[in-house]
């Protein structure tokens, strides 16, 4: 097969079966939808949220139908080095193990609330709980060394 008919078919595909597809998977309780993703793919996903497995098998479904990823996106997920920047957003509570001790943060605008008491950033914050200069975003796993 050629990638020109390979193309073709794809766009062949009947939408209404895709779609009726779909609508059956989101009626499945999750035992069941573990037996359609091994009849469909093979050996399942151990999703304990029902709500995750639907939407993940939806997304296989419609990818085998219309083609997954586009080449751009798989380059961009092929990437062993693509590095964590995750910026501290309003509402984001972020935990560190220090020196035998679990330190939670909450971020709000503009500030961050470490044990009742505000600081400026991040980096405050880890100043503040180790005694050293520490980079704040990766004091608490946002990137670098410490990323999880």
């Known amino acids: 097969m050629t990638i020109t008919e390979s193309k073709s078919k794809r766009f062949r595909v009947n939408r209404r079966q895709i779609k009726s597809n779909i609508e059956q998977i989101t009626a499945l309780p999750l035992s069941e939808l573990r037996k359609d993703w091994q009849t469909r793919f093979g050996s399942p996903p151990m999703h ?23 080449a751009a996106t798989q380059r961009l997920l092929s990437k062993d080095d693509t ?31 470490y044990e009742g008491q505000t600081f400026g950033s991040l980096s ?13 975003p990766r004091f608490f796993g946002l990137r670098g060394a410490n990323a999880r």
């Open 83 to 113: 590095k964590l920047h995750t910026a501290p957003q309003p509402g984001m509570r972020l935990a560190r193990e220090w020196a035998g001790r679990r330190h939670e943060v909450v971020v709000l605008d503009g500030r961050i609330i």
């Open 124 to 136: 405050a914050v880890a100043r503040h709980i180790t005694g050293q200069r520490w980079n704040g």
């Open 48 to 70: 304990r949220a029902g709500d995750l497995l639907r939407r993940v098998l939806a997304w296989r479904v419609q990818a085998e139908a219309y083609g997954g990823f586009d």
